[in-house]
């Protein structure tokens, strides 16, 4: 019995919509008049029908562009056609294609353009057989691998394969037929497969070694998306010549057809019965084309992330055999969705939900019933109540005595399903008994996956339970338990400009990271201090920073660190009094700061002079046997290796984030031990050296060899910590020469954990980490290193984000600086005819509105989060907060009163 599958729920829908449909044309609709007549377009697609184009037949047959006066006609594609020739020569306006074919088809001269992305990542896989041997696509070395005579898809193909260093001289690749015969009969090592529809021709193949459905465990499935490699695919397509000229008539179509894919979304079975044929395989297809349109929550349709179309474009230019660089305008000109964003604003505006807030991807299996060869297609995940509703549907209008055979059927199925429940409750308590006792060995994350999948196994759970015991296995063996969609989920429901919202995920989220996950991120509720949970007394910290006399002035936060700017005074010191115990005592008396207003090469800048009087107050100078006059040269290159020609991202920036990072170490009422302390401010002090004054988005953009070192993962945090620790262990900078070589490596590894958390991208991932581990009630422990580090990373982050939280003069001085730098990127990427980045446009930005932006959604919420581990009431950094937030919040109507002055650029 447990082999047989009930019907899905969609053959009753169907059944009902076949009874409603001759009603339809009794409803009143309302009328378009088109004055100026019918325009007649064709629009060509790259295959047969099938419901990968299922917005294309709603737009056409559900009269949405009949509402846009437009005729289209939607013309079939197939083997060996190519829909970018039809646009060049005319036959076509419009073209359906995948976005490598078009970046290729640019590549060879053909001007066309995309105008609407809608799918936002890759569906294709390539498969093995799991008993060929080949477990990674470093093991296509040699064997056969099947491609489909498509430019795109040969492009993505080789994308997998050049990402473990393979080129198609190291592997034989062959045509392979449009089917998946070539891998059951061997001819193939590797074929290639679209998650919509080959996979599915597999799933619904017969394994004649078992007598069954092929199934996920007899296949080695490689997909793109999960080796990290995104590149988005069918979108529409036009000419540049046409573009210019018909930029209305494109409006109008693509409004046309996004309700199209609007409708398919919100009722797909009615997309699928406009399908010539209309069967379990286009309701999986359907159901996975929804899944790479609506893959992203919050993100507006058609709309590709900028992390996706960069990826797209280098992964093309990667595998091409052409010369064409990112920034070329062959590339980087590909990409026009200006019209496609007004369509969604405007729909938005109509009560359409354009921004995919609503959408649930739905998990579908493979079955057979009792003693049938053909598969048919199973819910995972069906809701209950619309089963149920289809029965009370299908009910309507049948003769009395078939009723009163439902009823009584109906009945007796209830009464089994009761006594089922009941029997899994005592299984459950049974089999729960038995996982506890089981001593299952390995790391706890391994133990819970092995219990699950145990749990998983037991005949008495429903197709919907086991979906649910997946769900949480697939998420404890992610990287994304701790990864929060909160952000989305606000911006949405507070409605921001559009650019602000690009603006504020550009700074936060990677774009392959979004989508629904698990919210885990931190609250923007307010935390009272009084809930602070980590207190020690005094007798149980080992090592604390005492304020000495005449320090109070830098070891505060509402110190103010451009006084060493403005005030010319002279110094109570004389320049030539150069020695290494002047460094100390400058370090101690605040007027002496003033030094750093003076020009001479010999003057102590800010950061050497934190650098020395932080170490100094922790006591850390005397803890290591530290020789001054190393650590002085140390402090003097780092200086010097900042950057002084940026605006923000310069040595003045390391000394404040450093200045605030002692002040947080001086409240935290935390155990550190000595080298804790000593890593935290080193890894302050460095965790911006040698910024180049753009960031990691702008590496990415331009393909530059920073970005390629480090294989675009955080290429700047990665390149400041190893250049720093680089330049301490110069023997006439290596100021800790006492440490053993346990003792550095772990200095150095915290370092570099420390600085690579600073970030922005993975700013949501530690947020998560610290509110899962505050939700679990757990403490923080001065014997638990791993705790400290987390602990001291969220620090560094904050004092890395503590501008808002600053009195005002010097929360707006910096602002102005950030902008500065911000401006100046932009700039550099409008002269490489690239996207200037949200937030970077010095023509269009509303910056006080970023500024609420970002103190609202990223800076208030982290201080209260952080509140629970450091008490910050006596900092006032809450109240800063807010006082800023209104100061901004004021300023949005008009920047007069918040640019008062201009970014200065201070060397060193």
Known sequence: WSFCKAKPPWDMKAAVLALLLPLLPLVPAAAVVCTAGVTPVRVQLHWTPQAQFAGYFAASSLGFWADECLDVSVVSGGPGFDPVEELTSGRAQFANVWAATALVGREKGKPVVVVSQHWQSSSLTCVALATSGITTPASFRGKTVGVWNMDGLKTEVRALAAKYGLSTADYNEELQPFSVSTLFDRTMDVISATTYNELALIYETIN??????????????????????????????????????????????????????????????QCVQLLPQPDDHQRWMMNEVNHMIWLIHNQPYGVPTVAAWNSTMALCRNVSVGAFLIGDPVYSSALHIDLQRGVDEELRDDGYDTYNVNYTYRAYTWCRKCGSTKATLCTLNSDDANDISGIIAMAVGIPVSACIVLVVTVTAVLLLFLMR??????????????????????????????????????????????????????????????????LKQHLDEQRLDSDV?????????????????????????????????FQCDAEDISVRLQPRDGSAHYSAWDFNLFDLLANEDDSPFSRETQSVDCYIKLSKFYPIFLAYAKSSFNVPTALELLGVALLEDFGLTTHFQMNMQVLCNFLRNLSEGYNATNSYHNALHAADVAQAMGVLLHQCQMVFTPLELLTAIVA??????????????????????????YNFISPLENMHASEALQMLLRPENNFL??????????????????????????????????????????????????????????????????????????????????????????????????????GMDRNTTDWPKCQVTFIKFVVRPFADLLSRAVNLEPLHVLENLDGNFAQWAAATTGLSSVREGTAKVTPR
Not at 443 to 459: G, T
Not at 690 to 707: D, P
Not at 767 to 784: D, E, I, P
Not at 805 to 815: A, F, K, P
Request: proline fraction near 3%; hydrophobic fraction near 40%; aromatic fraction near 8%.
């Open 737 to 838: 020469v006492t440490l053993g070589k346990d003792e550095y490596l772990e200095f150095h590894q915290s370092v570099a954990q420390l600085i690579l958390a600073t970030d922005m991208t993975r700013h949501i991932e530690f947020t998560g980490q610290f509110t899962a581990k505050l939700a679990a009630g757990k403490r923080f422990h001065s014997y638990n290193k791993h705790d400290n580090l987390l602990l001291l990373q969220m620090m560094l982050k904050f004092a890395d984000l503590s501008n808002p939280s600053r009195r005002w003069t010097v929360c707006r001085e910096w602002s102005n600086r950030v902008m500065e730098e911000f401006y100046l990127q932009g700039d550099r990427e409008r002269a490489a005819r690239i996207p200037v980045s949200p």
């Open 501 to 533: 919202d690009a603006f504020l995920v550009d700074l936060l989220v990677k774009q392959d990271q979004l989508g629904a996950e698990p919210d885990c991120g931190s609250s923007l509720t307010t935390t009272s201090p009084s809930s602070t949970m």
């Open 684 to 709: 302050a002090l460095c965790h911006d050296y040698a910024h180049l004054g753009v960031n990691n988005n702008f590496l990415s953009s331009t393909m530059h060899k920073l970005g390629l070192r």
């Open 208 to 269: 004649p070694s078992t007598g069954d459905l092929w199934t996920t465990n007899e296949l080695n499935i490689f997909a793109l998306k999960d080796y990290g490699l995104v590149i988005v695919e069918d979108g529409v397509a036009v000419t540049e010549e046409f573009l210019a000229a018909n930029a209305t008539l494109v409006r109008r179509f693509l409004r046309g057809l996004t309700r199209g894919w609007l409708a398919c979304r919100d009722d797909p079975e």
């Open 421 to 486: 429940a009941r029997n899994r409750v005592h299984h459950l308590e049974a089999e729960m008994d038995q996982l506890s006792a089981a001593n299952v060995v390995g790391a706890p994350a391994e133990s819970a996956i092995r219990a699950l999948r145990v749990l998983k196994r037991k005949r008495w759970l429903t197709g919907r339970d086991r979906a649910q015991l997946q769900r949480v296995i697939a998420l404890i063996a992610s990287n994304k338990l701790y990864k929060s969609d909160l």
